[in-house]
């Protein structure tokens, strides 16, 4: 450090200042100068030096005047000051230590004596600055932790939002912005399926509202696996009823195939699952409606509550054809069928007077894949 070490050497006697100048310059510090205390403050404030050897007596400002000032300002309170006297050191070293000195040199000032004091503060200041350095390093670290975990933290939230919607694996792009905001308002060609529970009604009024709600949290945990493991998005649930779309966000090849597996997949899952609640007496079957074409998609609602949306006559198609289903029915309608016809056998049901469509609808149960 002694090459880059500034010193400010202050006295009021021209000859010890030369005294000190010479002696510490030879040893390769930089040495600047002050006459008086005024003079010294103002080098100080102008350029922070790395050490002060500092004149006790001197007129209108004494050196405990300025040590004082020194360490009362924060921004030098731990700047190194060597006190030089030629008063009694004994009550001399009482007074400085008061005020905040930190070593004492005697006059006439020993040479040897004079480098080794300089050197072992300089050497302290070092390390203060370090850990100064270190200190202010480490608070830079800390705010920019506490950014990063508050951006993760609103991923985190947002991921929670989305994740109602979407599949897992989409969320994570969502939230990296690797694909565009599903929420837009877009158009697009998509294939959706409505789930509807049949005997429900009857369930709910003989049951007590705890097994309601346990027989609800098993349907909706597997309905919802099978969904997302398809690729499916869930648009909308309301107890006992289901809305997926195949086709947004995620742009698929083949959303109708998608469809008509999973109805199918749900369809033996859902037996399964009501294996239990037969013994207990209740008969709960599920109907199930598939309809693809163009949908209008983005946010519903108002201000306060948004949530995503596909409105069209398509979404209309599918829910009617589930409306019809019967327990155990899988409806589709023929824009379906005529792209899964080698994939699965069906059954005619002839045309249906769908509410809400002037015309006959032709449609078909999924027997099963074949």
Known sequence: MNEAARILVVDDTPLNVKLLFDLLSAQGYRVQTASSGAEALRRIAEQMPDLVLLDVVMPEMTGYEVCK???????????????????????????????????????????????????TLLRVKSLYDTVQEQAAQLSQWNKELEQRVAQQVSQLER???????????????????????????????????????RGFTAFTDSSEPEEIMSFLR??????????????????????????????????????????????????????????????????????????????????IGFEDRIGYGVIG????????????????????????????????????VGELSLKGFHRPVPACNVVKLK
Not at 160 to 186: C, N, Y
Not at 318 to 326: G, H, I, M, Q, T
Request: contains cysteine; charged residues 25%.
């Open 69 to 119: 000032q020194v360490r009362d300002n924060p921004k030098t309170a731990a700047l190194p000051i060597v006190l030089v006297t030629s008063l009694d050191p004994r009550e001399e070293k009482i007074r400085g230590l008061e005020v905040g000195a930190d070593d004492f040199l005697t006059k006439p000032i020993n040479q040897p004596e004079l480098l080794a004091r300089v050197r």
């Open 313 to 348: 006559r398509v979404t209309n198609m599918a829910a009617r054809l589930c409306s019809e289903a019967k327990a155990g029915q899988i409806l589709i309608s023929q824009p379906v069928f005529a792209q899964v016809e080698e994939l699965v056998e069906v059954e005619d």
């Open 218 to 299: 098993d349907y909706h945990r597997e309905m919802g696996r099978l969904i997302h493991s398809h690729g499916g998005t869930l648009e909308q649930f309301a107890g006992d009823s289901l809305m997926v779309i195949f086709n947004d966000p995620v742009v698929v090849d083949d959303p109708a195939e998608r469809a008509v597996r999973m109805a199918v997949e749900i369809r033996e899952r859902f037996v399964q699952m009501m294996l239990p609640w037969k013994k207990r007496g209740h008969d709960i079957g599920l109907g199930l409606g598939i309809a693809h074409g163009y949908a209008t998609i983005g946010t």
């Open 159 to 197: 991921l929670s939002g989305l994740k109602r919607f979407f599949p897992p694996q989409l969320v994570e792009l969502i939230v990296a912005g690797d694909v565009e905001d599903p929420l837009k308002t877009h158009r697009r060609e998509v294939t959706v399926v409505f789930l509807d529970l």
